[in-house]
């Protein structure tokens, strides 16, 4: 079976300009949660998405938002971007709400210029 | 909110070496999970164990709740063994999310 999958896995962007990332969870997970990782830090929780609603929102401004479609799948935007957002971006899935495992995916490296 | 501390942080091995890595962890959880970080920035699950022990081969771990903290035992290292090994936790409680809280991290040179 597919692991998580994410899309694309290297992007560079210019201050400002907007960013969407994509993650498809593994077959029948419904949660998917984004997280962020800054060089020599571990991951930070950005949002949680079950059944399409989010569930979960850690503590980044509003230039990030993110959304879960039927399929499961979730987009992740970053509006008027920063050089600190620059970072490797990860999307995990599970199978429901909470404490269940978590699977990541090979994340996509966002470089912000 | 939860606080998660790893040690050592940083850790060179000899090929062949055990070692122990230490997780605590400031509250009660739901969920706990090693993961071992590749060079390459993927996570690669190791444990899924928020309580007891639980072995996969040279790798194995042991979760204490009540006392609040989590090890990972590494035996006979090998150099693919380097990298980050990350503990991360899920708070308990009612209400809670999937929302993990990682660790510093520990990072291992294994050297042959």
């Known amino acids: 079976d597919a692991g998580v999958t994410q899309s694309p896995t290297h992007l560079i962007k210019t201050r400002g300009q907007h960013v969407t990332l994509r993650c498809s969870p593994i077959?029948?997970?419904?949660?998917v949660s984004w997280y962020q990782q800054v060089l020599g830090q571990g991951p930070q929780f950005i949002f949680q998405?079950?059944?399409?609603?989010?569930?979960g929102r850690g503590n980044f401004p509003d230039r990030f938002s993110a959304r879960q479609f039927p399929n499961y799948s979730s987009e992740l935007n970053v509006n008027a971007l920063l050089l600190g957002d620059s970072a490797l971006y990860l999307c995990?899935?599970?199978?429901?709400?909470?404490?269940?495992?978590?699977?990541f995916g090979p994340g996509t490296r966002l470089t912000v210029t | 909110g939860i606080q998660v501390e790893q040690s050592p942080p940083d850790l060179i091995l000899q090929e062949g070496a055990n070692s122990t890595l230490r997780c605590n962890f400031s509250?009660?959880?739901?969920?706990l999970q090693w993961f071992h970080q590749n060079p390459w920035g993927q996570l690669i699950n190791l444990f899924y164990?928020?309580?007891g022990t639980k072995q996969n081969g040279r790798l194995s771990a042991t979760t204490v709740a009540t006392e609040r903290y989590s090890l990972l035992y590494i035996s006979s290292s090998q150099t693919t063994d380097s990298g980050v090994y990350f503990c991360?936790?899920?708070?308990?409680?009612?209400?809670?999310?999937?929302?993990?809280?990682f660790g510093t991290g520990t990072l291992l040179a294994v050297q042959p």
């Open positions: 991360a936790v899920e708070r308990g409680g009612g209400g809670a999310t999937n929302k993990l809280i």
């Open positions: 998405y079950y059944e399409k609603e989010e569930r």
């Open positions: 509250d009660s959880v739901n969920n």
């Open positions: 995990a899935s599970s199978l429901g709400r909470e404490s269940y495992e978590q699977y």
């Open positions: 077959s029948g997970h419904k949660s």
């Open positions: 164990i928020p309580s």
